[in-house]
């Protein structure tokens, strides 16, 4: 199935001057005009927030960003508010006086981003949590967590308890190493992956674009819930719809042996299985 170029890139560092992202408008403009050629036509403007490794920058500054960047932008490219938000127990505390500035475009959703020294039963209490505020964690870049990695079954008790997932295209398609590459296929393959976005933050090394991931997803998962990672789950998050047609997890078997497959290795498998 040939996904139609209306994609939704649902994390994204393009605000300029911000985090670890671009540092000009100019670099903004030009990671934008790179996602318009790969057919992203909305992108979620996600900076670091509450990040042990990053300054948390003031909402204000956010705010104008956004709206500087939105008024130099190309009229074709739509840019959401959203964040990238580190799970951080004043983050609680934050959602209950407001969701502006932490959720995506203020809805029910949050990107949620754990730190790798965080245990399972901490991960879990912390998804709880939020649920218990209604608000729906989607944990980003699962497949970059070595806890993860080596078992991917933490993922599985994750969804399992209410929360979605994020995986980035760059792990798809090799960029961020063997096990990141594996893990991510593994992650598709058992429905525990439910939306692929770029975590992009310039305009070469890490740059917004989904397609290439997205015809590697379509072979794991099938054209109509490939499309669903870029397009119908990202919009339904950005509109603050409630999902009901998520996939139905299964638990991966836990690694053994650190062993990990290339994604051409991982598709010849599959087109084994199948035929």
Request: with cysteine.
């Amino acid at each position: 199935m040939k996904i139609e170029h209306s994609l939704i890139d649902l994390h994204c560092h393009i605000l300029p001057g911000i985090d670890d992202g671009p540092r000009t408008m100019a670099e903004s403009l030009e990671m934008c005009r790179v996602a318009l050629s790969d057919g992203i036509k909305t992108i979620v403007a996600s900076p670091h927030v509450m990040s042990p490794l990053h300054v948390s920058p003031d909402p204000d500054r956010i705010t104008d960003a956004l709206t500087g960047l939105m008024e130099c932008v190309d009229s074709g490219l739509e840019i959401v508010p959203g964040a990238d938000v580190h799970a951080v127990p004043e983050i609680l505390d934050r959602l209950k006086m407001s969701r502006e500035g932490l959720t995506v475009n203020g809805g029910r959703y949050i990107l949620l981003e754990f730190s790798v020294f965080l245990t399972p039963a901490v991960m879990s209490g912390f998804i709880d949590r939020l649920l218990a505020e209604a608000v729906i964690p989607i944990v980003t870049h699962p497949e970059r967590n070595p806890a993860i990695q080596d078992n991917p079954g933490l993922l599985f008790d994750l969804i399992q308890c209410g929360a979605m997932a994020q995986i980035t295209a760059m792990s798809v398609t090799g960029g961020f190493g063997e096990k990141a590459e594996s893990t991510a296929f593994a992650l598709m393959k058992n429905n525990l992956a439910h939306i692929i976005a770029s975590d992009a933050h310039d305009s070469r090394k890490r740059p917004p674009v989904l397609s290439e991931a997205v015809a590697l997803a379509e072979e794991v998962v099938g054209g109509e819930r490939a499309r669903s990672m870029v397009v119908d789950y990202p919009r339904a998050v950005i509109e603050d719809m409630k999902i009901e047609d998520l996939p139905s997890p299964t638990r991966p078997r836990r690694k053994r042996r650190r062993i990990f497959k290339t994604h051409k290795q991982v598709l010849a498998g599959i087109r084994k299985e199948a035929g």
